[in-house]
């Protein structure tokens, strides 16, 4: 409490799911406090300047803008005054080895009938996937990702009930492959909606079906471009955090939650211990037991499931602009089930791996010189689990050139400036994700929304958890809900503070 009465909270990390907590405490009334270890806000939402070239280092396509939204809303301020964004037209630019190009149109028709005219796959199918997408979004969204799986009072609610009733609709029996089989003959239509799988960085040979609900975040409710560049996102909470007297220490790892019987405490720092009636770690939760709560039994089932999917990342500054690019581009491996049996069961990299590049420069002239385009050059890879990964990156390096440079006709290597890399274990030190995985837990498995941590502790009053690696999971409109979740499970204090 301060020496009005308020109580405080306090937040531990400034990545995007803490931030948005912080403003959700504030809006009930807490005096709040966000502690960073790094020196900069965003946590994975970070900005690279390399040689007149900028660069989004984490994220690059952002979904469910809304939910940023309801962020300012829920403030009483308007989201317009601190950021915009623009939808797009054309989500993706996929390449395929055998010379096939399918622009992903965000108009439905548009993209049906293109998938049509480049494979024969007939358009109505491709539409009646996106209904049933659209279905299980409707079933899943309310009971598994806006509210806490773990509370009893969740379950007892007619319109969870409802969901619940029919949740043998889920296609949770079989793999987002054998379905997408099971729907489209052509191998090029399949690949292309399993690659869905990766957004939340499972392996489409093993997930469950259910995760064909992200085709209809992308398409139905639509992909956008935040104007400046992803990394706006997590300045505009921050800013709205500033407006609202949140307090934000940077440089500042925490290295204990403090609870004393059942009841959080507060946070120690190096050389001071903050004290609070609310502490939420937005820290990756493995560490944040592992080392933050070393005195408190750990849930050990939890922290020890799959992690999701890593990545390699290559910043390249070029000095040429690639018409046939867009905002989004996917160079297709041509033996999908052999690169995810590399990630997943080999856990290494195949020679020939799906390449994805995002050129924020497209939209954001100012991201590159004139002339030039800012690659965000990436493809996945396992988390790290001891691999030489300096030969990985070598190897990698040279197979990505290749297959780019074979599928554009146009020598890259040549029109390469500048260059910086992000890979499992730099991902792991920048921002203390377990492994350096992207998504926390993995979504391979059937019953993995049940097996991540909740929002809350079972242990300690006070204490709660929010970002990527618990409930509802990993991404950037996952990680604000996370935010919401926590704001609905603590106590109103603002009559307190009224
Ligand atoms: P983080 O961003 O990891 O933030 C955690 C913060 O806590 C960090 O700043 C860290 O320094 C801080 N911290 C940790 N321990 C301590 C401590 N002891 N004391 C103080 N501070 C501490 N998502 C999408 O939606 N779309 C995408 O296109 C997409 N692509 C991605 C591409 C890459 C390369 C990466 C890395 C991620 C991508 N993601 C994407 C995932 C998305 O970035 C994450 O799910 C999301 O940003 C997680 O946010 P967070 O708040 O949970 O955690």
């Avoid at 009005?4 to 912080?22: D, R």
């Avoid at 957004?199 to 400046?228: C, R, V, W």
């Avoid at 010189?369 to 050059?377: L, R, V, Y």
Wanted: charged share 25%; aromatic share 10%; glycine share 8%.
């Amino acid at each position: 409490m301060n020496h009005s009465g308020v109580p405080k909270a306090i937040v531990v990390g400034a990545g995007i799911g803490g931030l948005a907590t912080a403003i959700r405490l504030r809006v009930k009334g807490y005096e709040v406090e966000v502690i960073e270890a790094n020196s900069h806000h965003g946590g994975k939402l970070a900005e690279i300047d390399l040689e007149g070239y900028r660069f989004d280092a984490g994220p690059s396509l952002f979904t469910l803008p809304l939910e940023v939204d309801a962020l300012f809303e829920a403030a009483n301020k308007n989201p317009r005054d601190y950021f915009d964004y623009e939808k797009l037209d054309i989500i993706t630019h996929y390449f395929y080895e055998d010379g096939t190009n399918i622009l992903a149109y965000a108009d439905l028709d548009s993209f049906a009938r293109e998938v049509e005219d480049k494979t024969g796959e007939s358009a109505r199918k491709v539409k009646k996937l996106l209904k049933k997408s659209e279905g299980l979004y409707d079933l899943t969204s309310h009971v598994f990702l806006e509210n806490s799986l773990h509370k009893l009072d969740t379950y007892l609610r007619m319109d969870t009930i409802k969901s619940i009733l029919q949740l043998y609709k889920l296609d949770a029996l079989r793999s987002m492959d054998k379905a997408n089989q099971s729907f489209f003959d052509d191998p090029r239509v399949v690949q292309l909606f399993n690659r869905y799988a990766t957004y939340n960085g499972s392996d489409p040979y093993q997930a469950p079906a259910t995760l064909n609900i992200i085709p209809h975040l992308e398409f139905n409710m639509g992909a956008y471009f935040p104007k400046g560049g992803i990394y706006q996102i997590a300045d505009a909470v921050y800013r709205l955090g500033l407006d609202l007297g949140i307090k934000y220490r940077f440089d500042t790892p925490v290295e204990q939650i403090l609870t004393e019987e059942s009841q959080v405490k507060g946070v120690k720092l190096a050389e001071e211990t903050i004290p609070a009636q609310v502490v939420v770690s937005n820290a990756d939760i493995v560490p944040t037991y592992r080392k933050l709560l070393k005195h408190l039994p750990a849930p050990e089932k939890t922290l020890e499931q799959p992690r999701s999917s890593s990545a390699l990342i290559f910043y390249w500054g070029i000095e040429k602009e690639f018409a046939n690019l867009g905002v989004h581009n996917i160079f297709f491996s041509e033996d999908y089930k052999a690169e995810f049996e590399h990630i997943w069961q080999k856990k290494s990299v195949y020679h020939d791996p799906t390449v994805y590049i995002h050129i924020s420069s497209k939209l954001n002239p100012s991201d590159a010189p004139q002339g030039g385009e800012n690659w965000f050059t990436m493809i996945n890879v396992p988390h790290d689990a001891g691999q030489d990964w300096d030969q990985i990156i070598k190897e990698s390096r040279e197979h990505i050139l290749d297959k780019v440079s074979r599928i554009l006709k146009v020598n890259v290597r040549e029109y390469l400036r500048c260059e910086q890399i992000l890979e499992p274990r730099t991902i792991q030190s920048r921002t203390s994700s377990y492994l350096g995985a992207l998504y926390g837990n993995s979504s391979n498995n059937t019953f993995a929304a049940f097996l991540r941590h909740p929002n809350f502790s079972t242990q300690i009053k006070g204490l709660y958890f929010c970002g990527g690696s618990v409930h509802p999971g990993g991404g950037i409109p996952l990680s604000v809900l996370s935010g919401r979740i926590v704001g609905d499970l603590v106590d109103d204090v603002r009559e307190v503070v009224g």
